[in-house]
Each structure stands twice: as C-alpha cells, then as structure tokens.
C-alpha cells in the first residue's frame, strides 16, 4: 500500500535519513491519509526475515498497542525495530534477556523487583547528590572552554549527569562512568560509520558491560550494602534479580537511561538557543513544565516495535499474526489531535500527554522521575552559571535507526 504525497522508498527508520532530521513533514502526512501504513523493506536489510512493518504514527494508535501486550509482543522480534543488516537471528534472541524485550508475566516479575530502585524515596534521595553534580558539571565545562569560548555541549555537559546518576543509582564508582559511556556508545552507534562501530564490536562491549555489572552483583550478594544493587539482588524474602538479570538490567540502564536522557538534554540546550524567548522565560520563571516538554520536543526514542501475537485489526488495517508494528513515538507527540500547535516549543505546555517515556502499559519507562529530574537539575545549573550561552554550530546528528540523536553541539559562552 502507497501513501501519497510519500517518496518512493521511504521508511522512518531508514538511518540515513535519521541523521539528517526527523521526518516530521512526512509523519504529518501519516497521520492524516494513512495512520496505519505498510512500510515495505527488502529481506534481511533490518536484521529481520519479512517484507516490511506497519508504521503507526496516531498517538492513539501507539497507545493503544503499547496498552496491549496481549496483542502486541515487545519478546517475539524485541523492541527494537531495526538492526544491522549483519546481525543474526542467535544475536537477536539474546536481546530478549532485557526488560525491555520481555512479555508479561516474566516482565512483570523482572520490573516488580527492579522499581525498588525507582520509587519517589529512593529518587528523593538522590536529588542533593545530583543537584551539587549538576552543577560542577556546568562549572567544569565553562573552565574547559577554549580561547573562544567554545566548548561541546554533548561531551562536556549532557552526557555526564545521565552517567553520574546511573553510577550514584547502582552504586558504580564515578571513575568507572566513562567506561560505561564507551560501552553504551558502541552498543547503539552500529550505524554511524564516523565511529567505525561493528555489530561485533557493540557485542563485546555489551558483554563487558553484562560482565561488569554481574562482578558489582556477586560482591554485593557476599557483602551487602546500602545501595540500589544490594536491594535487587542479595534483598531476602522478597525475590531478586539472579546475577545474569542484573546484569541486563544494567545493560537496559546504560541504553534507555544514558543515550536517551544525554540527548533530551542535546535537544533541549538547542531547542532554547533556537527559541530564546523560551530560553529567558526559563530563567525568568524555571516553570515545572519545562522538562516534560523538552522530552515531547525532543522524543530521544523515535521508534519501537511491538509483533501481533495473533490476527488483528489497528486504524482500519488487517493486521496478520507475526506482523511488525513501529509505533513511532516522535510523530504521535506531534500528533495536532492531542496537541495544540504541536510545532510551537513551548516550555509552559500544560498538560502534556506526550509519549516520549512510551504509550503506557508494562513498558512504560521505569526510570521517567529520575530522567525527569536530571533535566530539571542540569538546567536550573545552566540557568545558574551559564545563562548567556550561545550556538557556535549547528548540531552533528547521529546515524541511527531508532535514536533521534545529538553526537556534537557546539556553544560559546558569552
């Protein structure tokens, strides 16, 4: 099935065109003539043996398959929608280890024991950690800058709190961070030939990420301690996370909460030296709204898939047993059915039920206060010490076939 006003080819998780830009024009055209479309794809090119998936792009529509997992599997082809081409089937089963690739009732059990780490008390009691890294994050980076004033905002600022507050969550020394940050960037850069990043080499860095976390495990379960991993895995009584679970979950962590949290805050600093009215009224008034609609701006995720367990219907179309389904999370929080002027950045948007932490059901995203709180944190710090910064660049996307990714962003201080 052809969709009009569409070039002949197109598919929104074509890498290629997601280093460019995001295809907003063309999901706008989606939602209007064809919110349930058949994406056709050569075999093999995705790391899957079919003929294509069916890009939902409705904020209804993703929500409601993303609210049925009866329906719609994250563990039969996993959430991710597209692999390199080299991958193999035995490579894919793998992934279905993580959380994230799970069906009820093994990812009900898995998230039950894991959002112990996650309850508001346990957020609460990060924030003054993060608050003060926050801000000698920003601080560093100033005296860092070049003779100009130059610095990149990616590498300097955004990446680090995302890591640091993984590393304060699961109790990983702070010097370990940038070990962690090497191995979460292979693992999604397979696709940016800048980093020269083999689907074999994202493997090995996966594994010595598992590894990592699987030795932080073991110690814990001899030696308990006061931290997030001694609850999950040596916690009595209870149910824990076996070794090798702990060690995915951090593997999801090191993914879901580092890449995506960096680039919500890659996008944001754009966004506000893009849109300096909302950058001075940010300063002026820090509204609490301010980080949700960073999240529905920037939608760091732009696509997952789900697999039809079984023969279906979704916005008119038949949809058949084994069918992929990209619920494009970008297009529905631009949706104009659930958004006013959905284009307008907009800091003061209220509400906002964007999908940018997922459409709800089991997989809605864990760790949303924490990702909530990190944005907050580093951009009051921003407000604080760097207020008059300003673009020295456009920014380097990333190549990637599902992340909507911000690689470098350079800014200038005043």
């Known amino acids: 099935m052809s969709c009009p006003h569409l070039s002949a080819g197109f598919d929104a998780t074509d890498p290629d065109l997601l280093q460019g830009r995001v295809p907003h024009p063309e999901f706008a055209r989606l939602r209007q003539t064809a919110p349930v479309w058949w994406c056709a794809q050569p075999p093999g090119v995705t790391g899957f043996a079919d003929e294509g998936y069916w890009a939902v792009t409705r904020h209804a529509d993703v929500k409601y398959v993303s609210t049925h997992p009866e329906l719609f599997s994250s563990n039969e082809n996993t959430a991710v929608i597209r692999f390199n081409e080299h991958i193999t089937r035995d490579q894919i089963e793998v992934q279905k280890l993580i959380m994230l690739n799970m069906d009820p009732p093994e990812h009900t059990r898995v998230r039950q024991i894991v959002q112990r780490g996650f309850t508001p008390r346990a957020i609460r009691g990060l924030e003054h950690a993060l608050r003060t890294r926050a801000r ?184 058949r047993k084994g069918d992929r389904i990209g619920l494009f999370y970008s297009s529905a929080n631009y949706d104009p059915e659930v958004f006013e002027n959905p284009e307008t950045f907009d800091i003061t948007r209220d509400p906002n039920p964007h999908l940018g932490f997922g459409g709800g059901g089991p997989h809605f995203c864990l760790g949303k206060s924490l990702a909530i709180k990190e944005i907050e944190l580093i951009f009051q710090a921003l407000a604080d010490e760097l207020p008059d910064l300003t673009l020295a660049g456009d920014p380097r996307r990333l190549r990637a076939a599902w992340l909507n990714g911000i690689k470098e962003l350079q800014v200038r201080v005043a």
């Open 136 to 319: 000698a994050i920003v601080e560093e980076a100033r005296s860092a800058a070049g003779p100009d004033g130059a610095f990149d905002f990616v590498t300097r600022v955004a990446v680090e709190l995302p890591l640091q507050a993984i590393a304060e969550l699961i109790g990983v020394p702070q010097e370990d961070r940038a070990r962690i940050f090497d191995w979460s960037n292979k693992m999604v850069a397979y696709d940016d030939p800048e980093y020269a990043i083999t689907e074999e080499i994202g493997a090995e860095a996966a594994m010595e990420l598992i590894g990592y976390a699987m030795n932080l495990a073991a110690a814990r379960k001899q030696c308990p301690a006061q931290d997030i991993v001694s609850r999950l895995v040596a916690a009595e009584g209870e149910g824990n996370l076996s070794s090798d679970e702990f060690g995915f979950f951090v593997l999801l962590l090191a993914v879901a909460g580092n890449e995506t949290t960096r680039n919500a805050i890659s996008h944001g600093m754009h966004a506000f030296l893009t849109h300096p009215d909302q950058w001075e009224l940010y300063k002026r008034e820090r509204p609490a709204t301010a980080a949700e609609e960073i999240v529905r701006w920037a939608t760091p995720v732009v696509s997952f898939q789900r697999t039809a367990t079984q023969d279906t219907e979704l916005g008119g179309q038949k949809i």
